[in-house]
């Protein structure tokens, strides 16, 4: 496609429910990167791969977040048990390749866990 | 630790100039981006600076100081368009991009 694009836009959770954001990065780009942004704050690094290697988790905040990308390409972040505190807008970001590259986001996730 | 610095919310005047300050403390610099991120939007890409000086696009301009660890963006002729908030973000040593929590402009005709 022609941007990365993000689903669902919007996720109504229950707490204690598991949710599964998609993102599908643009074609061809060898680094994603997850996000989560709070209202007024800027994107707080969760996670990153280069093609299907998960290279940096050390922002997710718990255990109950996983992410994946198996075949280097689409990626799920998988948050398990949803918290109050999950609230938060996901962002997916891709780039040609790793460092310097500029990052192109998607439209993000607007979670909401009631 | 590592940390960025922009002012929270400012104001300017359609037509006018505006300048968005930004400082960092971070472990290495590998370049420093400006992006733009209208409500309910993702940010969209608007400078990259990894040497000192000025970089002019159209309407926008950055400017770098490594040795200040500083940066602004300039924004001249002011448009209703470009209400928005602006995030600096730096790429450390480890080419991991950090965030500032960015700076919301308003724009009063």
């Known amino acids: 496609g022609a941007g990365v694009s993000q689903s669902p836009r919007y996720k109504v959770a229950k707490r204690g429910q598991d949710v599964a954001l998609r993102c599908d990065p643009i074609s061809g780009h060898v680094s994603l990167f997850w996000y989560q942004q709070a209202l007024g704050q800027g994107p707080e690094f969760l996670t990153y791969f280069q093609n299907e290697a998960q290279l940096d988790k050390s922002g997710l905040p718990s255990d109950r977040f996983f992410a994946e990308r198996p075949e280097g390409s689409v990626s799920t972040l998988k948050i398990q048990r949803t918290q109050q505190e999950d609230s938060a807008v996901y962002l997916c970001a891709s780039s040609l390749q790793q460092g310097q590259e500029t990052q192109y986001f998607g439209p993000g996730t607007r979670l909401l866990v009631l | 630790g590592q940390n960025i610095d922009q002012p929270t919310e400012m104001t300017a005047t359609e037509g006018a100039i505006v300048q968005i300050n930004c400082t960092y403390q971070?472990?290495?610099?590998?370049?420093l981006f400006w992006y733009q991120q209208h409500a309910g939007e993702a940010p969209t890409f608007l400078s990259y600076n990894v040497l000192d000086g000025l970089e002019e696009k159209g309407r926008f301009s950055s400017f770098l100081s490594r040795s200040k660890g500083y940066s602004y963006l300039l924004l001249k002729e002011l448009q209703m368009k470009d209400s928005a908030s602006y995030l600096c973000a730096v790429i450390d040593s480890n080419y991991q991009l950090i965030w500032g929590a960015g700076t919301k402009l308003i724009i009063k005709p």
């Open positions: 971070t472990s290495g610099f590998n370049g």
